[in-house]
């Protein structure tokens, strides 16, 4: 995969997940990375990504190289940038990838749909963005599984499963999160991951 190459703008860096997505397009290709992170100042961003890389030397490293930080909030207009910054982005990103999310299980439904619903529009947004720029090359949207169904059915890549009315607030929320995703699959290259269980490494335990 080394060949591919260009600017990836990358949410959720800070974590699990979104840290191995960010090991793997540094090590797997030429890709260089734009991530998203909250900080009251830009020293304040750039600990908390690298608090975050802390175990992963080649991350932090890569901070300044290929990696660069821009503070921001998935969850606020143009994500948190300047009308500057925002539109600088659009002209030179090739790929997104959205893995931020509030994972908290029992949160109440207004406080996950700020990251999981209206940060997801956010995202898209700056996508549509790139695209109309010059063509953004793909949207990666990580969901969940539980999106889908929890029926002992088969669900099919393109259903989204039945909604119930017990679903808990954060699968709830996701689902409306991939919901705007799969609005915007008319006018947008996207892929949706919905991953199950995400557990650590088993010689290592991360």
């Keep these: 995969m080394g060949h591919v190459s260009g600017t990836v703008f990358l949410t959720g860096a800070s974590g699990f997940l979104g840290t191995q997505i960010a090991r793997r ?7 260089s990375l734009v991530v998203l992170v909250r900080g009251e100042t830009d020293e304040v961003a750039a ?4 608090r975050a890389w802390w175990d992963w030397p080649e991350l932090g490293d890569a901070i300044g190289k290929r990696v660069e930080i821009a503070r921001g909030d998935v969850a606020e207009p143009r994500v948190g940038l300047s009308p500057a910054a925002y539109d600088e982005l659009a002209r030179r990103l090739t790929h997104v990838v959205h893995s931020a999310a509030d994972l908290r299980l029992r949160g109440s439904i207004d406080e996950l749909r700020r990251t999981n619903v209206d940060g997801t529009r956010e995202v898209l947004a700056l996508a549509a963005a790139v695209h109309a720029d010059h063509g953004l090359v793909r949207f990666s949207h990580v969901s969940t599984a539980y999106v889908a169904s929890r029926e002992e059915v088969e669900v099919r890549e393109a259903d989204l499963g039945a909604a119930t009315s017990d679903a808990p607030p954060y699968e709830q929320s996701k689902r409306e999160g991939e919901e705007l995703v799969r609005e915007a699959a008319s006018t947008l290259p996207i892929t949706i991951l919905r991953p199950g ?8 335990a991360l």
């Design 25 to 31: 397009l540094l090590a797997d290709t030429d890709l």
């Design 47 to 50: 600990r908390r990504l690298r």
């Design 197 to 204: 269980m995400v557990v650590g490494d088993s010689t290592t």
